[in-house]
């Protein structure tokens, strides 16, 4: 959830005093960006798993501090939910078999946890969405006992000045209305983040392929159309995360006032424009100052923290993130993917990711880019039409028009759309796993779900009955059985 925070009221001056704070942080960034010497000779990838803990009927359970007191792990941390865990996998060498060495260390590290959060009566289950969660599971304490979480729900609801109204509806007009008090439905939103250090200078050419990527992305890694009983968008979390922590209302939307889940405006020419658009844009939610002078830290020769951009960035909350960060006084750029759903399983993570990573390193090396012959309208189109219909959505891919999602997949039985990704600057040495590989399961449209499983699935969840599903998906998550991608219900 990002950089903690002190307290849960802010006083005007408080304000004003972080506002001038953040303003200054960018005049130093943008000095930086031209003066400083930023690490990137060997590009390093990292990655942040949010997982859910239920018991023994797949129901959430509210226990994470118990957990992670077992675990003892300082890479497993909470999240917002009191059924939420994370996992903060170490930083690695992109080339190589970094992806096969990272399969073998995160099933070791998981299923440690998951017998170590047996001992205490729980499970560990990664998903886009957890289907058994329910309107009763949040009306006891589900918020995990840290500050920052209580100042975010607090400064959210202060700007709204009401309560957020849930209003999803899916493709074939199954739909879900209600109100929320609080932020707890973005508890039930659980991603993987995918971290790519990049030189300040080529941060723009992989961003805009990153944001041209995404569609696809979640036409191959749906896995969450469940949310309080209701089958909606083949990725229901995206249109949840949205809503769940939108701090306009209603009038300010007929405005025209950008929402804080941003997917952006434009392609851009340089990580300074993200930035920059977050101090323009969006007002501080978490106005908390660090002693810090950036100025004269940076004339001294050292690199600043920069704390309050940071912090600031860590609450727009855009699907593909800049990062500015510091590791032993050097400071990095990367950017942060946020588009993927979590799990249903260690294959298909890493599938996923290996995906992300290939084929965003061939977009971002093209000699003629695909957002030169894209729209970035276009690219918006795609994400939003993957999240609602998933594997069975269409999509523009310049060169091809409008194509249907699993043509994008076919890359193993002949060329398509998008590059080979198991070939070129990223790859796996063993061709059966290789980097497109683990999507071969989307070929032929294999990954559509026969009708009559998705309505008795979509009964099942309206009777209450959804451990049945989660049971699969924690059966998956400690297999390693991949799953079928996501489809809207028929």
């Not at 080339?95 to 060495?101: F, Q």
């Not at 009306?139 to 209580?150: C, F, I």
């Not at 696809?216 to 089958?231: I, T």
């Not at 009559?452 to 699935?457: G, I, K, L, M, T």
């Amino acid at each position: 959830m990002g950089e903690d925070v002190a307290g849960t009221g802010y006083t005007r001056e408080q304000r004003q005093r972080y506002r001038e704070k953040v303003r200054q942080n960018l005049d130093v960034f943008e000095q930086m960006l031209s003066q400083s010497s930023f690490d990137f000779e060997r590009p390093m990838t990292g990655m942040e798993i949010e997982l859910n803990l239920v018991d023994q009927a797949y129901q959430p359970r509210m226990s994470n501090a118990e957990v992670l007191t077992r675990i003892a792990d300082p890479g497993y941390q909470t999240e917002l939910g009191r059924y939420n865990i994370e996992l903060n996998v170490p930083p690695r060498p992109l080339p190589g078999d970094a992806a096969l060495e990272l399969e073998v260390d995160l099933r070791r590290s998981l299923n440690r946890a998951e017998g170590l959060a047996n001992q205490t009566g729980a499970h560990i289950v990664a998903i886009g969405i957890l289907p058994t969660v329910m309107p009763e599971h949040f009306s006891t304490e589900w918020m995990s006992a840290n500050t920052r979480y209580a100042a975010l729900n607090e400064a959210v609801f202060n700007a709204r000045g009401e309560d957020v109204f849930i209003d999803i509806e899916g493709p074939t007009g199954e739909r879900l209305a209600t109100y929320a008090d609080s932020i707890a439905p973005e508890s039930a939103c659980t991603s993987v983040q995918l971290h790519l250090q990049v030189a300040p200078q080529e941060f723009a050419a992989h961003w805009n392929a990153a944001q041209a990527l995404s569609g696809p992305q979640l036409a191959l890694g749906a896995n969450s159309p469940y949310f309080f009983g209701r089958r909606l968008w083949a990725e229901t979390r995206v249109e949840l995360f949205a809503q769940a922590t939108d701090t306009r209302s209603v009038e300010l939307k007929n405005q025209g006032v950008r929402p804080r889940v941003f997917f952006g405006e434009r392609w851009i020419t340089s990580i300074f424009d993200l930035f920059e658009e977050n101090v323009r844009y969006f007002p501080a939610l978490l106005p908390e100052t660090s002693d810090e002078d950036p100025v004269a830290v940076l004339a001294r020769g050292d690199s600043p923290k920069l704390h309050e951009l940071r912090l600031h960035n860590g609450t727009v909350y855009r699907w593909n993130r800049p990062i500015y960060d510091i590791v032993d006084n050097t400071p990095h750029v990367r950017v942060e993917n946020r588009v993927l759903p979590a799990g249903p399983s260690i294959v298909d993570t890493l599938a996923n990711s290996a995906f992300y990573y290939g084929v965003l390193r061939m977009l971002a090396s093209d000699d003629r880019p695909v957002w030169t012959k894209m729209s970035f309208a276009a690219a918006e189109h795609n994400f939003q039409a993957c999240a609602r219909r998933g594997i069975e959505s269409r999509v523009y891919w310049p060169g091809f028009g409008e194509v249907a999602a699993d043509e994008l997949g076919r890359v193993r039985r002949r060329p398509g759309p998008l590059p080979r990704g198991g070939r070129g600057p990223v790859h796996v040495r063993d061709e059966r796993r290789r980097v497109a590989g683990g999507h071969g399961r989307a070929a032929g449209g294999q990954g559509r779900r026969p009708r009559e499983r998705a309505q008795r699935d979509a009964g099942a969840l309206r009777r209450g009955h959804g451990r049945q599903r989660a049971g699969a998906h924690l059966e998956g998550a400690l297999t390693g059985s991949p799953a079928a991608p996501s489809a809207a219900p028929p």
